[in-house]
């Protein structure tokens, strides 16, 4: 069975949203409130040695923003942002808001990611 990641940021979707985020990002980036987000992207763009990562991970692997993953599960309430382990349809979180949050780099991710996610 393959293994299944979701990606939960704590930005909503849209083109406003990703704009002013960027904004928040360049501006006040010590109160910006999306961890996954500030470590896995650059201002616009995604960084390159993320996405090599997650192409080469061998996992199913799912980005969801907040405003998505709350419509797809209504019943799930959890800090954000997190990174969740699908299983028969059930997500089951593998880092919580408090390790992504502690992660300053992205090595420290992609760590995180390898040890608590792909086990």
């Not at 939960?8 to 406003?16: E, F, K």
């Not at 501006?27 to 409130?33: G, I, L, R, T, V």
């Not at 999306?34 to 192409?55: H, K, M, P, S």
């Not at 299983?87 to 040890?115: F, H, W, Y």
Request: hydrophobic fraction near 40%; charge should be neutral; aromatic fraction near 12%.
């Amino acid at each position: 069975m393959t293994t299944h990641l979701i990606f939960v940021y704590n930005a909503d979707s849209g083109l406003y949203n990703t704009l002013a985020d960027a904004a928040h990002k360049v501006f006040a980036p010590s109160s910006y409130s999306c961890n996954l987000c500030q470590v896995t992207y650059g201002w616009f763009t995604e960084r390159r040695d993320w996405r090599d990562f997650i192409a080469n991970l061998g996992a199913e692997t799912e980005f969801l923003h907040r405003d998505q993953f709350r419509r797809r599960f209504p019943k799930l309430d959890f800090a954000l942002p997190a990174v969740l382990h699908l299983s028969n349809g059930q997500p089951k979180v593998c880092i919580d808001a408090a390790r992504l949050t502690a992660c300053r780099e992205l090595e420290d991710l992609i760590g995180l990611v390898r040890e608590r996610c792909l086990t």
